[in-house]
């Protein structure tokens, strides 16, 4: 951590400077959208990242993209992991590959194989960075709220944080994830299930998240609207109408493959 003198203030504020770590899962039902996904963050970078890392978290049936993780690790410090976790179908595939993933930051942050992260930002095909500065506003949005979870508040089927969120780093909350939960029943998404414990320890709902689940196609009319409401990132969207109009806006003048 380092002091920054508020310039409002006069007074010397703590700035968390750990990076965020972007973990990405998929399946073979998704790994092409996924793929895409990775590809759009990474050409939204302008330069190797000082304030994220990227984790490419497959299922335990689905192989890793070679070839994009190699186009990520121009602008990201990459890892990758074959989750071992073994779970199919909805919504035991989605917990298992969910909890693997963060037994994967707590295993290997024991380990020292990844840096101390202050945050997780765990995350699926269908969610979507919606500008350029959209790490700087998820590190600044993070530090003020300290909370250890942050998102977008859901109200059905009861309130919960949607799963593309942020979770926190510290270890200790990371512990009770991994290895005192370590999974959960069957019986609906792990974001639901947790929802009471997530709560106690210290949520947060974020203007900078937005989660429109099974939305089927973007507007470019709507995503302009989102974009002007100072929304970074979206969950939901089923097709690719989200990262066209993030190229259309932001990056016209770039290929996906280049």
């Known amino acids: 951590m380092r002091f920054i003198r508020s310039t409002l203030t006069g007074r010397f504020d703590m700035a ?3 990076k965020i770590l972007l973990a990405l899962q998929f399946w073979n039902g998704d790994k092409a959208r996924a793929m895409e996904v990775a590809r759009l963050i990474t050409d939204l970078e ?3 990242s000082e304030q994220a890392d990227f984790l490419f978290v497959s299922r335990f049936d689905c192989s890793q993209d070679e070839n994009t993780i190699k186009y990520v690790s121009r602008k990201f410090l990459t890892h990758h992991y074959v989750n071992r976790t073994r779970g199919e179908m909805w ?3 989605c917990n298992a590959l969910w909890f693997g993933t963060m037994d994967f930051v707590y295993s290997h942050g024991l380990a020292k194989r990844v840096p101390d992260y202050k945050a997780v930002l765990t995350f699926e095909a269908d969610a979507f960075p919606l500008a350029p500065n959209w790490i700087s506003e998820l590190h600044q949005e993070w530090d003020k709220k300290k909370v250890k979870v942050l998102g977008a508040l859901q109200s059905n089927p009861a ?3 949607n799963g593309n969120a942020m979770f ?3 270890p200790a909350f990371l512990k009770w994830i991994a290895r005192d939960k370590g999974g959960c029943k069957p019986s609906g998404g792990w974001d639901f299930l947790l929802a009471s414990e997530f709560r106690k320890r210290g949520w947060s709902d974020s203007g900078l998240f937005r ?3 099974g939305y089927p196609t973007m507007t470019r009319e ?3 609207s989102l974009v002007s409401q100072g929304v970074v990132f979206f969950h939901g969207c089923k097709d ?13 003048n770039q290929s996906v493959f280049t």
């Open 240 to 252: 690719a109408s989200v990262i066209q109009h993030v190229r259309d806006r932001f990056l016209r």
């Open 91 to 93: 919504p035991h595939g």
């Open 46 to 48: 302008p330069r190797m």
């Open 159 to 161: 309130p919960h944080i």
């Open 211 to 213: 989660s429109w689940w």
């Open 222 to 224: 709507t995503f302009d």
């Open 16 to 18: 968390d400077k750990r």
């Open 168 to 170: 926190s780093g510290d």
